[in-house]
Nanobody, 116 residues
Framework: QVQLVESGGGLVQPGGSLRLSCAASGFTFSNYAMSWYRQAPGKERELVATVTAAGSTTNYADSVKGRFTISRDNAKNTVYLQMNSLKPKDTAVYYC?????????WGQGTQVTVSS
């Protein structure tokens, strides 16, 4: 079964950190670029970060540069998003996505809430 399962979300205070994980199964993970997206209530889903299939190149939205780090472990079929210096505006459901050409796979999302 092809799937992506996110975990690691939760409630954190401003300035805190969280590490999200996205475990892949049912497809050749190392052939796919991986991305994290987020969607806040009433807003469109936005791209947060991307890592290439080999893990050699990463890209970030301006809003998270210097605070978030995307990484992957192809031996564990897992992509991570380390989030530091979290702000209330980072509150959203976070989704991971696998992409290879026209093939796209989405996870179900994990809630991140930044609040005091």
């Amino acid at each position: 079964q092809v799937q992506l399962v996110e975990s690691g979300g939760g409630l954190v205070q401003p300035g805190g950190s969280l590490r999200l994980s996205c475990a892949a199964s049912g497809f050749t993970f190392s052939n796919y670029a991986m991305s994290w997206y987020r969607q806040a209530p009433g807003k469109e889903r936005e791209l947060v970060a991307t890592v290439t299939a080999a893990g050699s190149t990463t890209n970030y939205a301006d809003s998270v540069k210097g605070r978030f780090t995307i990484s992957r472990d192809n031996a564990k079929n897992t992509v991570y998003l380390q989030m530091n210096s979290l702000k209330p505006k980072d509150t959203a459901v976070y989704y991971c996505k696998a992409a290879r050409g026209y093939l796209v796979i989405w996870g179900q999302g994990t809630q991140v809430t930044v609040s005091s």
